[in-house]
T-cell receptor, first 114, second 111 residues
Framework: EAQVTQNPRYLITVTGKKLTVTCSQN?????MSWYRQDPGLGLRQIYY???????DKGDVPEGYKVSRKEKRNFPLILESPSPNQTSLYFC?????????????FGDGTRLSIL | EDKVVQSPLSLVVHEGDTVTLNCSYE??????LLWYKQEKKAPTFLFML????IEKKSGRLSSILDKKELSSILNITATQTGDSAIYLC???????????FGTGTSLTVIP
């Protein structure tokens, strides 16, 4: 089944403790992206990747890192999480990063930083 | 600043009603506009509208892009309780790799 898989689905942790949210897609998609969703603010793009070893900042990249060493994986890293990063996170992928390609979303990861 | 604005924020209707959801945008180098439906989990894709495809229809759902007014509408006719969800509008712009989402319209359809 074609899908975008995120792990973990839920995580409660404390300020400053490094964490990684994994994202994997099995559709051989070139384009992958991370979003956070907050009430009243909608989905905001954190980082995106056009292909292996190519990553770019989205609208809200501060406090996050990503890497794209393999086509299928696009982990989101919070080196020193803070409470303002408590949010619902979505990973998405599409066939290419060029126009006219809808994105497929993972089921989301709910992070709570205490 | 690039932005996408959706209205209304929230809507409650009875089954069988017709609803119209609005999306307006100010995005540099517009590429496409997409509508998604979000129930409990991941947003699922509904439509993509571009300069070469300004009108789409699927069953009871239809959408139109007005490039002059920088806006789009999503129509749902004969609403059902299963249509209850948050409807998200996203615009692809700038370099073609960035997406800007509105805050969504929460639709509740009551029997």
């Amino acid at each position: 089944e074609a899908q975008v898989t995120q792990n973990p689905r839920y995580l409660i942790t404390v300020t400053g403790k490094k964490l990684t949210v994994t994202c994997s897609q099995n559709m051989n998609h070139e384009y992958m992206s991370w979003y956070r969703q907050d009430p009243g603010l909608g989905l905001r793009q954190i980082y995106y990747s056009m292909n292996v070893e190519v990553t770019d900042k989205g609208d809200v990249p501060e406090g996050y890192k990503v890497s794209r060493k393999e086509k299928r994986n696009f982990p989101l890293i919070l080196e020193s999480p803070s409470p303002n990063q408590t949010s619902l996170y979505f990973c998405a992928s599409s066939l290419t990063g060029w126009r006219n390609q809808p994105q497929h979303f993972g089921d989301g990861t709910r992070l709570s930083i205490l | 600043e690039d932005k996408v604005v959706q209205s209304p924020l929230s809507l409650v209707v009875h089954e069988g009603d017709t609803v119209t959801l609005n999306c307006s945008y100010e995005v540099t180098n517009f590429r496409s506009l997409l509508w998604y439906k979000q129930e409990k989990k991941a947003p699922t894709f509904l439509f993509m509208l571009t300069s070469s495809g300004i009108e789409k229809k699927s069953g009871r759902l239809s959408s139109i892009l007005d490039k002059k007014e920088l806006s789009s509408i999503l129509n749902i006719t004969a609403t059902q309780t299963g249509d209850s969800a948050i409807y998200l509008c996203a615009v692809e712009g700038n370099t073609g790799n960035q997406f800007y989402f509105g805050t969504g319209t929460s639709l509740t359809v009551i029997p």
